[in-house]
């Protein structure tokens, strides 16, 4: 009798596991129906715009690593330069707009007017420290930074070392060598390489780069502008000269001295020229030269609706990925990294001290403006006249722009 109730134990066991491994096989095929029948998960995706494709490399190269790291899709698009900013304010109202753009931070008024950024979260992981020098001051406006800082340009002087043994102290000296051939070139159409020589006393919207102060026809300035006319006398004449005129003139060995940006770091190694950098001389004993920089920054869209996402991808390309950027598009990373060439050294010390275009609307003017105004007088106009004209101009434009 014990043996038949060990039987009827033992079968009702074998017939309780047998009902439960078919529940679960049943539940596991439903399981497996219903997954087959749900929609893929979508993958998340944001947008970037760019203006400048000197970056295109870069950002096509991040945007495939944070994709594979963060299931993130980047879609990058170039935009053209002119109306670049309006472009940007249009696509927001149709609510169209790209989550990410990239922006010289001569921007920084009009963007933030048109509610275009959002604010930019410091902590540990993003601080001053991780930058070089004069990064924070050409983000900050109206005591508030904006922005993730990607890379620069700047300009230097470069030297033959075969045809000049040291550099000079001044463009004084230059010009003291001018009844030599080949002496100096730098490219007279582009702002870039010509404010340098009066940005040092260029009084315009103060230390900030968003003040209403206006002074530009203060002495130092003219006499630093007539220095000027008198080196574009000297060395350019009645002729213009782009930047790829100038670079060949350099590689052919027909300069002692150009003046440049940081592209040529990329490409002078490829020429059988002995070739030196140096930071800008002053103009004389009492006139002051300060560099030109332009500061590039990625900005999180303040009508993005993925803000968080968007933060993140921006922290990515300003630090990130920076020690691959150089290598990938020749642009110099503003985030400290050993990834780039020795002889950036100088770059970077002339990016530290630089100065940069004034960060209101007003400026966007400013620039064209004293483009033309350099235009003018190096084709010999009256310095005193044009000062004066483009100190009157930029003042009424200052004055509006605060209202």
């Excluded at 009902?19 to 087959?36: L, S, W």
């Excluded at 209403?212 to 203060?218: A, F, I, K, P, Y």
């Excluded at 968080?308 to 990925?321: N, P, T, W």
């Excluded at 033309?372 to 004209?389: C, F, M, P, Q, T």
């Amino acid at each position: 009798m014990y043996q038949r109730m060990v039987n009827r134990v033992t079968v009702l066991l074998v017939m309780l596991l047998l009902t439960f491994f078919v529940v679960k096989i049943a539940e596991n095929h439903v399981e497996q129906r219903n997954a087959e029948n749900q929609p893929a998960k979508k993958e998340e995706t944001i947008s970037l715009w760019y203006n400048n494709a000197s970056y295109e490399p870069y950002l096509q190269a991040a945007a495939s690593a944070y994709q594979k790291e963060h299931s993130v899709r980047i879609e990058l698009k170039k935009v053209g330069n002119l109306g670049y900013v309006t472009a940007i304010q249009e696509a927001n109202g149709k609510k169209e707009g790209p989550d990410i753009y990239i922006v010289e931070n001569e921007y920084l008024q009009n963007i933030v007017r048109i509610g275009a950024v959002a604010k930019t979260v410091q902590d540990k992981e993003y601080s001053k420290e991780m930058f070089c020098n004069n990064t924070w001051n050409n983000m900050e406006y109206e005591n508030e930074i904006y922005g993730y800082p990607l890379g620069f340009d700047v300009t230097v002087l470069m030297y033959n070392k075969e045809l000049t043994e040291k550099v000079p102290e001044s463009f004084e000296q230059i010009m003291s060598l001018a009844k030599e051939q080949g002496i100096l070139k730098w490219d007279t159409k582009n702002l870039l390489y010509n404010y340098e020589f009066v940005a040092f006393y260029a009084d315009i919207c103060g230390e900030s780069g968003y003040e209403t102060s206006v002074n530009l026809d203060n002495q130092k300035l003219v006499e630093a502008a007539k220095e000027y006319q008198e080196l574009c006398e000297c060395f350019i004449g009645e002729n213009d000269f782009s930047y790829d005129d100038v670079k060949n003139s350099f590689f052919q060995g027909q300069l002692q001295y150009a003046i440049v940006s940081s592209d040529v770091l990329k490409i002078y190694k490829d020429w059988k020229i002995d070739t030196g950098f140096a930071s800008l001389p002053d103009l004389n004993e009492k006139l002051k030269v300060s560099s030109f920089a332009v500061t590039d920054l990625a900005i999180v869209n303040g009508f993005s609706d993925e803000k968080e996402i968007a933060d993140d991808f921006a922290k990515y390309l300003s630090l990130g990925m920076a020690d691959q950027m150089y290598s990938l598009c020749g642009v110099l990373p503003l985030a400290k990294t050993d990834s780039v060439p020795e002889e950036s050294k100088v770059f970077y010390a002339s990016y530290e001290s630089a100065i940069s275009l004034p960060k209101l609307m007003s400026a966007l003017n400013y620039k064209n403006e004293m483009k033309d105004a350099l235009r003018k007088i190096k084709s010999g106009a009256d310095v005193n006249e044009v000062l004066d004209a483009l100190d009157e101009s930029m003042s009424l434009q200052t004055e509006t722009n605060s209202k």
